[in-house]
């Protein structure tokens, strides 16, 4: 009996111990974590800043570089401009995608960033299939966060100079 009773009272002590220390686990929807800039969240595809044409062209090097083979771009050239390549469609299968960030770093002319959107489940699995106007929405509606992606990564420079010289494909 004696044996008994201590055992409870040190569990009771135990317990008593942990139930006034601070919480670890976040309330999800309520409460959001803050997300380091170098996150491998969904892909999206940004444009030139100056007049807003897409920046991709066509040169599938992300398609190459993607090892889950999860890209898939049909590049043709461009009807007003003749010797100019552009990604006629565009599509990216995030059921696939392992987010190891290579169609990123393959981009020459970065138009493929991460974002930090983590949010996009859905209960239909085509859905997760993004087209081109999917991935320019979520480029455009998480654009700062794709800029602070190619920063860390070395991608592009935040200052004015790298803005003025950077080499922009015709």
Not at 23 to 38: C, G, L, N, S, W
Not at 66 to 93: G, H, M, T
Not at 116 to 123: A, F, I, N, V
Not at 139 to 161: A, F, I, M, P, T
Request: net charge neutral; proline share 5%; with cysteine.
């Amino acid at each position: 009996n004696w044996m008994l009773f201590t055992e409870i009272a040190s569990a009771m002590k135990l317990t008593f111990r942990h139930m006034f220390h601070r919480p670890v686990t976040f309330q999800y929807p309520r409460e959001k974590r803050m997300i380091p800039d170098a996150h491998r969240g969904a892909l999206g595809l940004l444009r030139y800043e100056e007049n807003g044409e897409e920046r991709c062209v066509g040169c599938d090097l992300c398609e190459a570089a993607c090892p889950s083979r999860c890209i898939k771009v049909i590049s043709e050239e461009n009807p007003q401009k003749p010797l100019e390549r552009w990604a006629k469609e565009f599509y990216i299968d995030i059921t696939k995608c392992v987010f190891c960030g290579y169609c990123v770093e393959a981009c020459p002319v970065n138009a493929l960033a991460m974002t930090k959107m983590y949010e996009y489940s859905t209960p239909n699995k085509r859905d997760l299939i993004f087209d081109k106007n999917k991935l320019y929405e979520i480029g455009e509606r998480h654009y700062e966060d794709s800029k602070k992606y190619l920063v860390v990564h070395n991608q592009e420079k935040e200052d004015e100079y790298y803005q003025q010289y950077h080499y922009k494909f015709p």
